[in-house]
């Protein structure tokens, strides 16, 4: 990592270091911070702020260039943020650990909007950057295809980035930023999430040996669409 | 399971269906509701509200009595609410599923206080239950033991889980019930989560084959040891 006098963003992302979101983020902070990346070895979709109480974990160094060190990690959203900054922080000037300036999860591929964004681990790296005072935003984009788009978002990513980096945010809050699918935004609007449901949760299937076994999947349904003030009704108007 | 008019109370936890708080819960609530129990099959402290989006499920029926079914779930706790609720839920009178009037997760070996309680697998079952509209409890005790003593709480864990099934809680609110350790306590308060910190939360240990392993644990820090409208400096005051 550099030593100089630029921010130190931490990324991390449930996705897996490997997706093209994160690594379209590395691309779109690079200019404006030294960036420190520790993401999970693979996908870690709803592991919400789960970290890893029973398991040991394993860290691998995936790339290192001036300003940029890319680690990949065994355990949950929460665990690489934990780990990065048990472990991984740069040592600054004055041969002390540099402390990230602001923690950032995604960008995820798909959104995390509604009640249900509490099952994210996009949300998991952001909550846990929340929970040690550092300013943390998430980032999704909705839209599930591994090969998303995420270009449009870059004047956005970048401003918001810049102006979290500048001011802060207050202590227990942390910003949780989707983008709808699509090549231009009608504004930004402030919301509260929305109440909706999975419903139809569980497919039961029969194993030759003799038993059932289960996958969790379901259908998402907004509970509240005419609500205008929610996250939901924004994203699904632009 | 009993076809009657009694209210129905799903039950589950994080430490696992064998632990003593939930079969001491199963003892203070079975009077007074039949119970549906599905809990994960060992401990899974830490889970927050991850659901498994990647591996095959499991579930075994463990005991079956006369208004007692309890299952064992090889998920989150999470996951042990949202199977429960699509497979497993008691056919009424009138030959439909009925639905639980309540979701009870505990009781917890270990308090859930702080803005920590974001990791709680206890409050995974109650958020879970929460987000499906359903009046949602955890109870915890300040004492890790496996061999806790529950009875204390005996009283408080009936008197609250019967005025929620008479009263209800309002949409998008559950709570977070915790007791301190010992044999008296000095009065019942609602509070704010304190702000506190995990720190020193990973060990590192050298395999013999040449590679560096993590282990997360950690030490908890109260960051606001003097706010006496908190939860922890509640508990720490009886």
Chains 1, 2 share one sequence.
């Not at 922080?89 to 509604?114: A, E, Q």
């Not at 996958?215 to 509240?224: A, L, P």
């Amino acid at each position: 990592m550099k030593e100089n006098n630029r921010p130190l963003i931490l990324i991390s992302n449930d996705d897996g270091y490997q997706a093209k979101g994160i690594n379209t983020l590395i691309d779109m902070l690079r200019d404006m911070a030294d960036l420190l990346v520790c993401a999970p070895d693979g996908p870690r979709s709803g592991f919400s702020c789960a970290f890893t109480a029973n398991d040991p974990l394993r860290l691998t160094l995936q790339r290192r260039e001036a300003g940029l060190d890319i680690y990949s990690c065994s355990g949950t959203p929460a665990d690489c943020v934990k780990i990065a900054l048990d472990q991984l922080l740069p040592t600054g000037d004055d041969g002390k650990p540099r402390w990230p300036d602001m923690v950032v999860g995604g960008i995820n591929h798909g959104d995390n909007g509604s009640v249900n964004s509490h099952y994210s681990g996009t949300m998991g790296v952001t909550m846990e950057g929340c929970m040690k005072y550092i300013p943390s935003v998430a980032f999704s984009l909705c839209d599930h295809d591994p090969q998303a788009d995420f270009e449009p978002m870059r004047p956005y990513v970048v401003e918001i980035t810049r102006r979290v980096l500048e001011q802060g945010l207050p202590r227990g809050v942390c910003l949780n930023v989707n983008f709808p699918m699509g090549k231009s935004f009608r504004g930004i609007r402030a919301c509260r999430m929305a109440f909706g449901t999975w419903y139809n949760e569980v497919e039961t299937r029969h194993h030759q040996r003799g038993y059932d076994y289960y996958w969790m999947i379901g259908h998402y349904r907004n509970d509240e669409p005419e609500a205008e003030d929610t996250d939901n009704w924004a994203l699904q108007h632009g």
